[in-house]
């Protein structure tokens, strides 16, 4: 147990040795990496507040049903609550309708025109498309409403915004494993004596390839840390602008809009440090023949 | 202690070793002399296996090197001492440092590193130049420090290749005398070398090899001319 600490402690001391002979290939390593993870992390931000928004737009979503003169609305608004899709019925009868129209709008004194209309609560906002139909089908509602295109078209987005993230990390992830690469081969090179030496004196391989593989995630730990200012600045100096806006436009929306960037940052670290090991395990394989 | 059983080794069909008997008894001193290219190297190389022979057996210690896996080469490599030509020090660490480096590596506790650092530099005459970088040591000192580095970790089998290649005639002669005097205390000395008024001042064991075929196996021998 001690030994191996032992030998811990020396892979430790010869990681940060291989970085201070790296010298600035390290900050160039490290800002690509910074780049690859802030979009990476920039996308995860925005999509999950996207996902949350559009939850957040569900949970307003409710279906209007008009009715014919005919029909009695409590009858309706029973018959409607036992499907199962439905939370709550609320019943605005046309007189309701009328008199809260003629007190916002003064309009001038003519018959009702307005129908008898049930608001409808969902259980869940993806049960909109369910209970639409159903609604349909029922010859006591003439016509009904809701606002799903803008929760569609949100969403769509939202698998846009994944998808071209996505793709770009992963462009600049490999783009960053080429330059992890070149760097740990230089040092590799530099220190090919130390190398040949431990080797031939019997120093197994996890000694002599594991401070180049801690050197890459120290680069993919660095660069995480880096894209998490990053994403912070962004944070602190842009959400509130954003919420001002969004708060004009639908007050509601903007209650628990928010994803931690603890999360975030968590993943980028991770990705950071699976990118940066992974290349330099590679490369030391590679080039490192024992 | 080191044997070699009907050993060939052929790089892309043309033979470096020829079908190689040999035996090196425990704490036998022995000379591997011939000319360039005679597969001296070769055969220290299959040694500390570096490489494996195209047919036969290469046995040290009873243990047949080539059934040995990839992660049992280190064990074996700790089992020896292997001296180079170029010394192989590195130039940023101190003398202490340099025959300390593979046991912190093998994390061996920093007292027993002192202990055994100290012991294999009196062994070689060098306790004074242990806080002296390589770059400040003549040649033989930085062998001196090669050879402290070799028997560091106390291995039965030293394995010297061409030691004195880049000495002259006087250190030349106090290195393999040094490595004499190892050999006296129970370890197994092999020196690959074509240095021949060196292994003919010594009077030791010669085996000489001649375009990859034993030409020669004498004690107290010398290194003749017609064997190169």
Redesign the interface.
């Known amino acids: 147990m001690l030994r191996s600490l032992r030998i811990f402690r020396r892979v430790c001391i010869e990681t940060l040795l291989g970085l201070r002979a790296s010298g600035w290939s390290n900050w160039l390593v490290v800002s690509i990496l910074a780049v690859a993870l802030t979009i990476f992390g920039g996308v995860l931000q925005m999509t999950m507040t996207l996902k949350n928004l559009v939850n957040a737009w569900g949970n307003q979503i409710q279906i209007s049903a008009y009715l014919p003169d005919s029909a009695d609305p409590k009858a309706v608004a029973h018959e409607i609550s036992r499907f199962s899709e439905v939370k709550q019925v609320e019943i605005v009868t046309k007189d309701v309708a009328w008199n809260e129209m003629q007190h916002t709008f003064k309009v001038a004194s003519v018959d009702n025109p307005l129908p008898n209309t049930l608001h409808i609560k969902l259980s869940s906002p993806d049960q909109v498309e369910v209970l639409a139909p159903k609604l349909r089908l029922m010859s006591s509602i003439e016509s009904i409403r809701y606002p799903l295109k803008v929760a569609k078209k949100i969403n769509d987005f939202r698998h846009f915004l994944e998808l071209a993230g996505l793709f770009v990390t992963a462009a600049l992830s490999a783009a960053t494993l080429t330059v992890i690469g070149n760097t740990i081969h230089l040092v590799i090179k530099a220190r090919h004596k130390e190398i040949e030496i431990l080797s031939l004196m019997g120093v197994g391989p996890f000694y002599i390839k594991c401070p180049f593989v801690f050197q890459g995630a120290v680069y993919g730990a660095m660069a995480a840390l880096l894209a998490t200012a990053v994403l912070l600045g962004i944070h602190l100096y842009i959400d509130p602008y954003v919420k001002d806006q969004l708060f004009s436009l639908a007050p509601a929306l903007t209650q628990n809009l928010e994803y931690s960037l603890v999360p975030t940052s968590l993943l980028m670290c991770a990705l950071g440090v699976v990118v940066g090991a992974g290349g330099s395990l590679w490369t030391s394989g590679r080039y490192i023949k024992l | 202690m080191i044997r070699l059983q009907n050993v060939c080794k052929n790089y892309g069909g043309s033979p470096a070793l020829s079908n190689i008997n040999l035996h090196i008894g425990l704490g036998e001193f022995a000379f591997l002399v011939g000319p360039s290219g005679a597969g001296k190297s070769t055969l220290m190389r299959l040694l500390?296996r570096?490489e494996v022979p195209t047919s036969g057996n290469v046995l040290i210690s009873g243990v047949n090197l080539n059934r040995l896996s990839?992660?049992q080469?280190?064990?074996?490599?700790?089992?020896?001492g292997?001296i180079f030509q170029d010394f192989?020090l590195?130039n940023s660490q101190t003398v202490f440092n340099n025959v300390a480096?593979?046991l912190?590596?093998?994390?061996?506790?920093e007292r027993e590193v002192n202990k055994r650092v100290s012991s294999a530099l009196a062994v070689v005459g060098l306790e004074h130049k242990r806080d002296s970088y390589p770059t400040e040591l003549s040649g033989g000192e930085q062998q001196r420090v090669g050879i402290a580095?070799a028997i560091v970790?106390g291995p039965p089998v030293l394995l010297a290749d061409e030691p004195t290649g880049n000495l002259d005639p006087a250190t030349s002669l106090e290195i393999v005398q040094l490595l004499e005097r190892i050999s006296q205390r129970g370890t197994t000395v092999l020196i690959s070398t074509h240095d021949q008024p060196i292994v003919n001042a010594m009077r030791r064991r010669v085996i000489a090899l001649k375009g990859g075929e034993l030409v020669a196996d004498v004690d107290n021998g010398f290194y003749e001319l017609e064997m190169a």
């Open positions: 500390y570096e990839k992660g080469i280190p064990l074996l490599r700790r089992r020896l292997i192989k590195l480096y593979v912190r590596a093998l994390g061996v506790d580095r970790n």
